[in-house]
T-cell receptor, first 116, second 117 residues
């Protein structure tokens, strides 16, 4: 099955700085990579995703990059704000059935703290 | 985006009792829903895949007789934790793949915090 590794486990930045979280995956056939933001006690919220046919996708202050050869993808948050503080999870689907199943394997999570 | 509703949000029960959690897709039909469990400060772990009209598929190590899943309609899946024990205390969260136009995107319910005394 898919193995997703996420780093770092915690990340502390000053407001206005950039934050980068990285994930690696094991299955080269994986073709969809979402990022979720989860605040304490709440549901994970999809913040951005990327398919394997593109290398980068951007949505305002958030961007995701994908390196299929190296099998890793990263979340980039620029001009961080205190409200960006949360736990961020990357995920990837198992290759068997791909995204059509909707199953996801999640990374271990990164606790992001943005200090005012 | 697609809306997934989950109830209850929090439940406290005595050891040995059973607890039912409901997950509904409000504005789309979900032939497949997923149940995850999340312990404090940990990641989401897939427990089972709920298929409308058929038996659920459980992940390795998840007891199917303890975590009963029923997916009787295209908009409702339920998870029943039977004979709950303190070690079952966790955050349970369902998810469903969105409908037309959202294809592979996975949307989550609001989660249920289960505390077994």
């Amino acid at each position: 099955g898919e193995n997703v590794e996420q780093h770092p486990s915690t990340l502390s930045v000053q407001e206005g700085d950039s934050a980068v979280i990285k994930c690696t995956y094991s299955d080269s056939a994986s073709n969809y990579f979402p990022w979720y933001k989860q605040e304490l006690g709440k549901r994970p919220q999809l913040i951005i995703d990327i398919r394997s046919n593109v290398g980068e996708k951007k949505d305002q202050r958030i961007a995701v990059t994908l390196n299929k050869t190296a099998k890793h993808f990263s979340l980039h948050i620029t001009e961080t704000q205190p409200e960006d503080s949360a736990v961020y999870f990357c995920a990837a689907p198992p290759s068997r059935g791909g995204t059509s199943y909707g199953k996801l394997t999640f990374g271990q999570g990164t606790i992001l703290t943005v200090h005012p | 985006g697609a809306v997934v509703s989950q109830h209850p949000s929090r439940v406290i029960c005595k050891s040995g009792t059973s607890v039912k959690i409901e997950c509904r897709s409000l504005d789309f039909q979900a032939t497949t829903m997923f149940w995850y469990r999340q312990f404090p400060k940990q990641s989401l772990m897939l427990m089972a895949t709920s298929n409308e009209g058929s038996k659920a598929t459980y992940e390795q190590g998840v007891e199917k007789d303890k975590f009963l899943i029923n997916h009787a309609s295209l908009t409702l899946s339920t998870l029943t934790v039977t004979s709950a024990h303190p070690e079952d205390s966790s955050f349970y969260i369902c998810s469903a793949r969105g409908g037309w136009g959202t294809n592979e995107k996975l949307f989550f319910g609001s989660g249920t915090q289960l505390s077994v005394l």
